[in-house]
């Protein structure tokens, strides 16, 4: 069983269209994660949910919009896409409490190579 | 300033042998925790170890284990006889904060390891 899940894999599409990403982890935590890793291999957070409420949103364009239906769901829907949004981009999860034992360590997805032209 | 700084951009191995991948991190926050993650070339993020800042011993997991001086703040990753398979791109990241801190990693801009025969 996969733990934390990503569709697509390969997203090719041109400059000024819309598309989504969705995530999807079956480990039971409470914190979703999107990270953005750009060609020099640079990874960068852009956004965190706990519980279904954002809590993290780092400077991201807005035409980048996350939401998450529940605890277990955390899409990205990017409007307008422009060449530099080429990157792969991680979904993460972790059980967000942490201390005491618990690590609180962040299991990735596959990634989505996004390839703008 | 940068909070993670990895200062190998790459590294070589010979098979069977050690290697220390170095990491030093930056923070004024008592609890922080540290994490090394792996990425080989088909690209998924895996989880290796965590130290976390309180913690009396260093980490150790298999053949990982964490040389963490918090005086310093360095946290460098030895993996012990090394296997062709460790080849990848090896990522330092800290999480800041207590459970109501900040959940997210900031990355280091990572090392590669070439592990050779």
């Known amino acids: 069983d996969t733990a934390v899940s990503q569709t697509p894999k390969y997203l090719v599409t041109q400059m000024g269209n819309d598309k989504s990403i969705k995530c999807e982890q079956n480990?039971?935590?409470?914190?979703m994660y999107w990270y953005k890793q750009d060609s020099k291999k640079f990874l960068k957070i852009m956004f965190s949910?706990?519980?279904?409420?954002l809590i993290i949103n780092e400077t991201v364009p807005n035409r980048f919009s996350p939401k998450s239906p529940d605890k277990a769901h955390l899409n990205l829907h990017i409007n307008s896409l422009e060449l530099g949004d080429s990157a792969v981009y991680f979904c993460?999860?972790?059980?967000?409490?942490w201390g005491q034992g618990l690590k609180g360590e962040q299991y990735f997805g596959p990634g989505t190579r996004l390839t703008v032209t | 300033a940068q909070k993670i700084t990895q200062t190998q951009p790459g590294m070589f191995v010979q098979e069977k042998e050690a290697v220390t991948l170095d990491c030093t991190y930056d923070?004024?926050?008592?609890?922080?925790?540290l994490f090394w993650y792996k990425q080989p070339s088909s690209g998924e993020m895996i989880f290796l170890i965590y130290?976390?800042?309180?913690?009396?011993q260093n980490a150790t997991e298999g053949r990982y284990s964490l040389n963490f001086q918090k005086a310093r703040k360095s946290a460098n990753l030895v993996i012990s006889a090394s296997q062709l398979g460790d080849s990848a791109m090896y990522f330092c990241?800290?999480?800041?904060?207590?459970?109501?801190?900040?959940?997210?990693?900031?990355f280091g801009s990572g090392t590669r390891l070439q592990v050779q025969p």
């Open positions: 993460a999860s972790s059980q967000g409490a």
């Open positions: 130290q976390g800042s309180y913690d009396q």
């Open positions: 990241a800290m999480r800041e904060g207590g459970d109501t801190g900040r959940r997210a990693l900031t």
């Open positions: 480990l039971g935590h409470d914190t």
């Open positions: 923070t004024s926050d008592p609890s922080y925790g």
């Open positions: 949910y706990n519980n279904k409420e």
